[in-house]
């Protein structure tokens, strides 16, 4: 009661002006204030004291003038209210200061506060105020201050506050969205200004010169908008303290830069100068020497400047930022640099500076950042780095530094990174290394040699070593750096196995260890579980116990019982899925049953080998249902178990009358679901050439009509049909029998095909079904193993879909039998198979023939005949007949042989032992390769080697 007395008796006593006021307000500030309380949402309770049965002026935050109670200021900071600000608040006339910065709140600022024409100081800076701001607050005339930065203001800004607002000390809008221009006579109409804070919007146009104007100016941010134009000058600005125009569009020449510069020779107190990040030109001129000693900050990176970097800097003893980094600037580091003993910064990186790093390092006690990458700078790491006590960032990459890195780096404790990438760095790291703060080592692409070190650093997170000459194995402790998220050791020399621990890693996004000689099992859990994260390819001796891993990085299964072991070196095998190893032999077995029968359909269409020149790119499915007719049964040459062949005659595309026919493997998607990384091991097989393999000519993934994936493999098309049918002619008369030197030859030709595929394919590629009717001949009689690496696109699906109607019959056959007893596919498997092939060459009995009774297979029956026996179950007609003996070495013309008869003493007898040896060497040779155990068997290469001495004999004869 008392206070409405007092109230009354006021208004009885103040003057118009004030009896208007009260008699048009029904409010009190104290309602005012309580109504805005009611509408807060205050989550620590802090405006508790704002009771109705209290004096608001003794409230939190309130301060009332000492005649009648108004409130003058209202300052409620950091208390994380939310909630809107009512249009009552404008009520409050006497309120000359209202602070409601870091809280929560939102909602616009209502135009009533245009009538708080006592206001002096508005701040609202850090809450989620929105919308455009009122173009009453041009009313407020005695406002000097208006914090509104850190919001979502949008809209222009109301220019008719730089108008009226001649008061204004302190103006800050930064970060918000705010557009607008700066009026010419900017300056001019806010000479009080001395802090003019505008970053962070989007204000655009040109910075008028007239700012200078505003001689109080201490601080300028104009950065992160949109001014473009010249740069603008600042004479007069003697109380400068801060220049920022970072990353805006103002443009400059040399003679604009000297201006520019000369602009500021007068404000002595500049300590931050930033004009980074715009379209500035030309070179800076010597001037710059002129600016304020107490420059702190020299930052004009990110522009377009060329030239050297201007002498004189060592005037700039406080400098603790230099920043010139993003240019073009050119020549050597100045030697001056070294004098700036509070240097933190120096940031010269992508420029083209060149010439040796001077040896500047010894004073700089405070640097901490040290960044010089892409450059030219050639020479030796200065060891005085070492000085750098405070150093954390040191990036040197991407120069060409040369000689080792020096050991005093590696004592730098506070180092955070170490990027040293791409230079000519020799030598070796230290044995251990303790930095306690290293989180990234990054020395890639050097040549750096010797062994990994001992890394203890708790932090580490990135580790990149890869490209250079790396040896050793890898290091178990890398297991013990559990923040660890890329580790790259690509392409060095490291040998071993790929430690277990590194399955520890919790954090590890990228393994890359790829192109190494590392040996052994993959390990299985951790970062390797995800295997899209991990690259180990280009390792010919890694193998994986899982199918996943053996799709994903196309490695082999490891052999069965070797388990664990980490010496297991098994060779590399393709992927064959199944964990289990009866699956893998079922997968073989499937192979043979499933093989390509159709073949004998061919049509014997001479193949010409035209030049695929023409064929496009990229072969959709769309043209291959036109080249194969449509998948018409009569292009139907062949169908297997991962699907089905078809002849397919293409158009080149430069002519329509020109085509080629090649042969289009479909992949029966049902059936072998062919694995996502499909297109990837085509590229491999694509990659995958020589004279005696099919060639694979390119691969169409795509969709069908229906929309159903489709995959296939596109691959020269060899018209002349297959060793099997050479074998076992249907008809005597008319198949043309194969000649000693033929067969020879034909070995010869598997053999190195082989061999490509076991020892110069990377990672090596097993076939898993080589038999006769693989073996393609052309009409050169010359062999191309075909289905090479097509295991790759089985699905565990398949296998096992087929593995419940498999009969397996007992025709064995070509398949190793330690497939049948725990052994995994190898490159020895293969070798069993081309062994069973080479016999069955000389005896031209499949190995399924009656001959070979239960429990006895081809290889047991022939190891069993001594010499003379074996020459017993020879092809007959290779020595009996002399008409077929003569016909032996008749066509052998197009191999540019000498392989006319040349047993000129016409003995038969003479030739017939002769040719006896020969047989019975390469029937040794089989044998060799058909050893029961796997490490017993010769390799191909062996093998192949071999085969070339007999048939150097053959042609002897
Ligand atoms: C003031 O209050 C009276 C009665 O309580 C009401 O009739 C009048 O409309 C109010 N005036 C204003 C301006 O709110
Ligand atoms: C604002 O509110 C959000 C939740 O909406 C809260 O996480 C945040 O801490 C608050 N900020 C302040 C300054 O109170
Ligand atoms: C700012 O406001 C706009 C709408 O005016 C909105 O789309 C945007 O999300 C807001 N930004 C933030 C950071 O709140
Ligand atoms: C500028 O500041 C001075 C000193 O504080 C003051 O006397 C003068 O009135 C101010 N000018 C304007 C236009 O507010």
Not at 473 to 494: R, V
Not at 537 to 554: A, E
Request: with cysteine; hydrophobic share 35%.
């Amino acid at each position: 009661m008392i206070h409405i007395q007092h109230i009354l008796l006021l208004c009885f006593l103040l003057d118009n002006f004030h009896l208007i006021i009260c008699n048009n307000n029904n409010n009190t500030d104290r309602d005012i204030l309580l109504s805005f309380k009611s509408q807060l949402t205050d989550p620590n309770n802090a405006l508790s004291s704002w009771r109705q049965d209290s004096n608001h002026c003794t409230w939190y935050g309130v301060n009332c003038s000492k005649l009648g109670e108004r409130v003058q200021s209202l300052t409620l900071l950091g208390l994380s209210l939310s909630g809107t600000l009512p249009p009552q608040l404008g009520q409050l006339h006497n309120l000359q200061s209202l602070d409601f910065s870091v809280n929560n709140l939102t909602g616009e600022i209502p135009s009533t506060f245009g009538n708080l024409i006592s206001l002096e100081n508005l701040s609202l800076k850090r809450n989620k105020f929105i919308g455009e701001i009122p173009i009453e607050l041009g009313n407020l005339h005695n406002l000097s201050r208006l914090q509104l930065s850190v919001n979502n203001f949008t809209g222009k800004f109301p220019t008719s506050i730089f108008f009226n607002l001649s008061s204004l000390v302190f103006l800050s809008l930064t970060q918000n969205n705010l557009s607008g221009e700066l009026p010419q006579n900017f300056g001019n109409t806010l000479p009080n200004l001395t802090i003019l804070a505008l970053a962070i919007n989007r204000f655009e146009g040109v910075i008028p010169n007239s700012i200078s104007n505003s001689s109080h100016l201490q601080i300028i941010d104009l950065a992160n908008n949109r001014f473009h134009g010249p740069i603008p000058l600042f004479n007069n600005l003697k109380n400068l303290t801060q220049l920022r125009l970072g990353n805006n569009f103002l443009t400059s020449t040399t003679s604009l830069n000297l201006k520019f510069f000369d602009s500021l020779r007068n404000s002595s107190q500049l300590q931050i100068l930033k004009v980074n990040g715009n379209n500035l030109t030309g070179e800076l001129p010597n001037s710059v020497a002129y600016l304020s000693g107490n420059l702190q900050q020299f930052c004009v990176s990110n522009n377009q400047l060329n030239g050297s970097i201007p002498k004189g800097i060592n005037k700039f003893q406080n400098l603790t930022s230099f920043a010139f980094e993003q240019n073009y600037f050119t020549g050597e580091l100045p030697i001056e640099l070294g004098t700036l003993k509070k240097l933190e910064q120096l940031w010269i990186y992508q420029n083209r500076l060149f010439g040796e790093i001077p040896d500047i390092f010894g004073n700089f006690t405070n640097l901490y950042e040290l960044e010089i990458r892409n450059n030219q700078f050639s020479g030796r790491i200065p060891a005085s780095i070492g000085q750098c006590k405070k150093l954390s960032y040191l990036d040197m990459g991407m120069n060409k530094l040369v000689g080792v890195i020096p050991t005093e780096i590696f004592q730098l404790s506070g180092l955070t990174t170490l990027y040293l990438r791409g230079n000519s760095l020799n030598g070796s790291l230290p044995p251990e290394l303790k930095m306690d703060q290293l989180e990234f080592m990054i020395v890639s692409d050097n040549k750096l040699s010797g062994n990994i070190p001992k890394i203890e650093v708790n932090g580490l997170k990135v580790l990149q070593m890869a490209r250079n000459k790396f040896s050793g194995s890898i290091p178990n402790s890398l297991g013990d750096l559990a923040s660890l998220e890329t580790l790259d050791l690509s392409s060095n020399n490291l040998t071993g196995p790929i430690p277990e621990s590194l399955e520890e890693l919790k954090y590890m996004v990228t393994l890359n260890l790829s192109f190494n000689k590392l040996e052994g099992e993959v390990p299985m859990n951790g970062v390797f579980m995800n295997l899209s994260q991990v690259d180990l390819q280009g390792n010919k001796k890694i193998c994986g116990l899982s199918n996943q891993v053996m799709h994903k990085l196309g490695v082999t299964l490891c052999v069965a019982g070797k388990k664990n072991k980490r010496n297991s070196l098994l060779p590399i095998i393709l992927p064959i899925i199944g964990a289990t190893v009866l699956l893998v032999s079922i997968l073989c077995l499937m192979w043979m049953l499933y093989s390509f029968k159709m073949e004998k359909k061919d049509d014997k269409t001479s193949f010409s080998s035209t030049p695929l020149k023409g064929l496009p790119q990229n072969i959709s499915y769309g043209d291959i249902k036109l080249a194969t007719n449509n998948f018409s049964a009569t292009n139907l040459v062949g169908r297997g178990g991962f699907g089905s062949v078809y002849k397919g005659v293409f158009n080149i595309s430069t002519s329509e009358s020109q085509t080629t026919t090649l042969a289009v493997k479909v992949f029966d998607q049902k059936q072998s679901k062919a694995s996502q990384s499909f297109s990837a091991e085509c590229e491999t097989l694509k990659n995958v050439r020589h004279r005696n393999l099919v060639k694979v000519i390119t691969s169409c993934s795509s969709t069908d009509h229906k929309g159903d994936d489709f995959k296939a493999l596109v691959m020269h098309f060899i018209p002349n049909g297959n060793l099997e049918m050479s074998l076992y002619p249907e008809d005597l008369e008319s198949g043309s029998l194969l000649t000693l030197l033929q067969r020879l030859n034909i070995a010869i030709d598997v053999a190195s095909a082989m061999d490509y595929l076991h020892h110069d394919c990377d990672p090596p590629i097993v076939h898993c079904d080589l038999k006769p009717l693989n073996v393609l001949l052309d009409e050169d009689m010359v062999a191309h193993v075909a289905d090479f690496g097509l295991a790759r696109f089985l699905s565990q699906n398949a296998s096992e879909k087929h593995s419940s109607t498999l009969e397996l019959n007992g025709s064995i056959g070509y398949i190793a039998p330690e497939y049948g007893l725990g052994g995994k596919a190898s490159t020895r498997g293969d070798v069993y198979s081309f062994g069973i092939l080479l016999l069955e060459m000389f005896i031209a009995k499949k190995p399924t023939d009656e001959i070979f009774k239960e429990g006895l297979n081809m290889n047991n029956f022939v190891s069993e005949m001594d010499a003379k026996q074996l020459l017993n179950i020879v092809d007959q007609r290779l020595i009996n007949h002399y008409e077929y003996s003569t016909h032996i070495f008749s066509s052998d013309s197009h191999r540019g042989e000498s392989g006319d008869i040349s047993y000129s003493d016409g003995s038969n007898t003479y030739w017939t032992d002769k040719a006896k040896e020969c047989i019975a060497s390469a029937m040794r040779i089989g044998l060799s390769c058909v050893a029961y155990h796997p490490k017993d068997r010769w390799t191909m290469r062996e093998a192949l080697s071999k085969l070339h001495v007999i048939k150097q004999s053959v042609l002897g004869l």
